[in-house]
């Protein structure tokens, strides 16, 4: 996997170069509730504070119930918080944009549109799908999927589903792809094939993406910074900058990452009660 | 913007790189067309459950020219057994107008029975070469022989001796003369049935399906008509008859009306549970690539709940050709039910018989031109185990 070379030094870099800049996204002292069927109150997300910079490439991870998805959500627009604000560009988020791209765990392609029907859903939805047909069967071809076009949602494997997914989001040109545990349901082979296309997306379009995942390599393996997030209520217990020469899963500093974040989690998952 | 500019130039490294893990995103189209033809043949083995080769243990090693004869020979049994039965019963056989032929009961049946085997030796014949085709034929063999018999079996019994119970078990040469004697009148009243079924059916199911979306979508009508529809719904929509036949202007409106009402039913209750079923994480995807709430009733909400719709139109089909046929026998002046009505007062069984004869050959072909119609919409459903 060490053939995709997506120097993170050079995106620190970039990111030190930008310090000065407003961030793309701010996330400040976030609160959202739920309210059970039996009318208890659920803190889900307490005084969340994450500012990303363009270009980053965040990985949230946490147990179970820590408010990982809800937060993503609450960055797209889906969900909003009861206290504290989600800005994007400077602009308080108040609905999903196609300029945040939302790629969902599974099954979230339409049954009965066409792979190609699938992309071209965005262009359509928004009126533009005449001027912008073309785009449909190059981004079909960028996540590989070119001769599967009319091929029914169906009838294609899970990873193939992910990559319609992801096509689907970035046919809209968004500044920012979230993903919520898009790998999820996927075998460790497709899971590593689909890593490394995003990798290889993200270095492209040079993107902001933000993934919520459960798998520690995952994480490691594809973000600048791993976010690790406490249960109940969620909140952000570190922050973990990842600085590794070559994306390898099995050098001695993705192991060591592996072992501080693992600490990190065990900590978070039995130490926090 | 600039940011996530689309360079394809750029995607050519990624692409071969890529190529030493993944063979699908090299070679993707055999794989597709593997795939795919999977699919095809799931449909086709899904179809025809009662599979050709499984089945037919008694044919299996006839040869095929054979099978043909055999499928014939039934209906070439009952005709001999028509031509050579004496004929034992005082029967008397009117004689009637078949476009320029003049003809009577017993000589239509013979008729009949010749076309029967000639068309099915002609399908035999032009089922020869296509492999899924002939096996289809094979299989229904027995069957197609088995009704041959049964229509000798039917003929000595109701026309040759009447062993059967008379005027109720008339032979099929009695049932085939009201076409010869009266069949502009039947032709009449099937067009009479035809047109009233399409306008009440068609009206029902436009109307269900407004309503259905409506009180799917939204809450507020959810609210106020769905428990009506609930209520009004169970009550067969014939019971409404006598307020219909007074209120109505005409008759046939008041038919009408009873049909909207038998198959508006069934359509709206289908259509809001399928467009209150559309997952919620369709609509989160559709919000996310910038698709406003309208375009999302009409591309996510509707599409969705087209199967749900399909199974209100079944189940409205069903009801409404009984609608249709008890408002007919009960104060209509034509159509098929009145048909039978009028054939009552006279004792007339055969003709009674012609007319269901005409029932089921008609409401078959109006179910098999829904059935085409919902296979076209739902086509991406081909190949998906519910």
């Known amino acids: 996997m060490s053939d995709v070379l997506t120097s993170p030094v050079e995106t620190v870099a970039r990111s030190d170069e930008r310090a000065g800049e407003r961030p793309l996204i701010s996330i400040s002292h976030i609160e959202r509730d739920f309210v059970t069927d039996n009318g208890d109150v659920v803190q889900v997300l307490s005084d969340v504070n994450l500012d990303i910079a363009r270009g980053e490439l965040i990985s949230i991870i946490g147990p179970s119930g820590c408010g990982k998805t809800t937060l993503l959500r609450l960055v797209s627009g889906l969900d909003q918080p009861q206290r504290g604000t989600v800005t994007f560009k400077g602009r308080p988020v108040d609905g999903p944009n196609p300029e945040r791209g939302y790629v969902f765990q599974q099954g979230s392609l339409f049954p009965w549109l066409t792979v190609r029907e699938n992309v071209a859903f965005g262009l359509k939805a928004q009126g533009v799908y005449r001027q912008r047909k073309d785009e449909v069967d190059e981004y079909l071809a960028k996540v590989g999927l070119t001769g599967f076009e009319n091929a029914y949602p169906h009838q294609i494997s899970g990873g193939m589903a992910q990559r319609v997914a992801i096509a689907r989001a970035l046919i809209d040109h968004p500044e920012v792809l979230l993903l919520d545990e898009p790998m999820g349901a996927l075998d460790s082979f497709t899971r590593a094939d689909l890593q490394d296309r995003l990798l290889d997306l993200w270095e492209q379009y040079h993107m902001t993406m933000i993934l919520v995942t459960h798998d520690v390599d995952e994480a490691i393996y594809l973000g600048n910074r791993v976010v690790i997030m406490s249960p109940r209520p969620g909140r952000i217990k570190k922050i973990v900058p990842i600085d590794l020469a070559h994306r390898d899963r099995v050098s001695d500093d993705f192991t060591a990452y592996r072992k501080a974040l693992l600490t990190d989690l065990h900590f978070t998952v039995h130490g926090g009660e | ?386």
Request: hydrophobic share 55%; glycine share 6%; net charge positive.
């Open chain 2, 1 to 386: 913007m600039s940011s996530v500019t689309v360079d394809l130039a750029e995607s050519a490294a990624p692409q071969a790189r890529r190529s030493g893990r993944d063979q699908s995103a090299v070679k993707p189209t055999p794989l597709f067309t593997r795939r795919r033809n999977t699919a095809a043949n799931t449909v086709a083995s899904a179809s025809d459950a009662h599979s050709p080769a499984r089945s037919t243990v008694a044919l299996r090693f006839l040869p095929y020219p054979l099978v043909v004869a055999f499928t014939a020979a039934g209906f070439v049994i009952a005709l001999l057994a028509n031509i050579l039965v004496p004929q034992i019963a005082p029967v008397e056989f009117k004689q009637g107008q078949l476009w320029i032929l003049a003809l009577n009961g017993q000589e239509a049946y013979q008729g009949l029975l010749v076309i029967l085997a000639l068309v099915y030796i002609a399908i035999g014949l032009a089922d020869a070469r296509k492999p899924a085709a002939a096996a289809r034929f094979r299989y229904r063999a027995q069957f197609r022989f088995a009704a041959g018999l049964a229509l000798a079996a039917w003929d000595i019994a109701g026309t040759k001796i009447q062993s059967l119970p008379q005027p109720f078990f008339p032979g099929p040469a009695q049932v085939l003369e009201p076409f010869l004697t009266s069949g502009d009148y039947i032709a009449l009243n099937t067009f009479y049935s035809l047109r009233l079924f399409a306008a009440g059916f068609i009206v029902g199911v436009i109307l269900g399906v407004v309503t259905g979306v409506l009180i799917g979508w939204f809450s507020r009508a959810y609210y106020w008509v769905f428990p009506v529809l609930k209520i009004t719904g169970v009550i067969p929509a014939v019971a409404w008859m006598p307020f219909a036949l007074t209120l109505m202007p005409t008759p046939f409106i008041a038919a009408v009306f009873l049909l909207v009402i038998c198959s508006w039913f069934p359509v709206a209750f289908l259509t809001a549970q399928g467009i209150q079923s559309t997952p919620k994480m369709l609509v989160e995807a559709s919000r996310t690539l910038g698709a406003s709430t309208p375009y999302i009733l009409f591309h996510v909400a509707i599409p969705h709940a087209m199967p749900s719709i399909f199974t209100g139109i079944g189940m409205a089909n069903s009801l409404s050709f009984l609608t249709l046929i008890i408002s007919e026998m009960m104060g209509q002046p034509g159509g098929l039910g009145y048909y039978i009505d009028q054939a009552k007062v006279w004792s007339a069984y055969n003709e009674i018989l012609a007319a269901i004869v005409v029932m089921a050959v008609l409401f078959s072909l109006i179910m098999k031109l829904i059935e085409l119609v919902r296979g076209r919409v739902l086509r991406w459903q081909k190949g998906l185990v519910k």
